[in-house]
């Protein structure tokens, strides 16, 4: 049996977290394992729980959704971070993914969606809602070479690194080997990283690579 999913909320308005714990708690497939109500605390909280997905709101007291879910992916890089917010612009989005966010999901958003958002993220896949993926996309095409350069930027040194060895073909066990990671976060790091560059597969990677001189064109 697959081993359940460990997930922290971190969530300020008191019915919404509760209304999140009925629908998780008592899953086959996932297990909560803590709840906050502010990013502070949610740092503190994932610090010592050190879960496999934080379902973390934006607008919090003390430290935003943004800052915390930097923090912790810089702190606990096997962590996943999916956003659950009633914000959908590009605003919002952006910023998130930037912090390392692996998902961005509305809370319009029912049950299936965000027991589906939960896993993806949990295994290195983004997933994003519908509304909030045509906003990406069409970023991505208004900016057209732009957002090479955008992306670019939001690189960390760890997520070139990957990039660099993805486009020379290693693959993500031979990665993890080198740099001594696991495999689930060297995939994680990937899953970011094609979300940052809006690339669907490696060619796309390998691309990007090459424009930023990671790799030779050769």
Do not use: C, W
């Not at 009925?22 to 610090?47: N, P």
């Not at 732009?146 to 290693?170: S, W």
């Not at 696991?182 to 597969?201: P, Q, Y």
């Amino acid at each position: 049996m697959q081993s359940r999913v460990r997930v922290l909320l971190v969530e300020d308005h008191t019915i919404v977290r509760e209304g999140l714990r009925a629908l998780l708690d008592g899953r086959d497939d996932v297990e909560l394992v803590g709840e906050a109500k502010d990013g502070q605390a949610g740092i503190d909280a994932a610090r010592l729980l050190r879960p496999d997905v934080v379902v973390m709101d934006l607008n919090l007291p003390r430290v935003d959704g943004v800052e915390a879910t930097r923090v912790i992916r810089t702190a606990l890089p096997e962590t996943q971070v999916l956003i659950l917010s009633m914000y959908g612009t590009e605003e919002h989005v952006r910023p998130a993914i930037r912090a390392g966010a692996a998902g961005y999901l509305l809370k319009g958003s029912g049950l299936a969606d965000l027991l589906a958002a939960i896993h993806a993220v949990a295994t290195g896949k983004a997933f994003f809602s519908p509304e909030v993926a045509r906003i990406v996309l069409d970023d991505s095409r208004r900016s057209g070479p732009a957002a090479d350069r955008v992306g670019a930027g939001e690189l960390t040194p760890r997520e070139r690194e990957i990039l660099r060895m993805v486009a020379e073909g290693r693959s993500s066990p031979e990665i993890a080997r080198d740099l001594e990671l696991s495999v689930k976060t060297v995939e994680g790091h990937r899953g970011r990283i094609m979300a940052k560059l809006d690339s669907k597969n490696v060619a796309g990677l390998v691309r990007h690579a090459v424009r930023l001189g990671l790799v030779s064109a050769d």
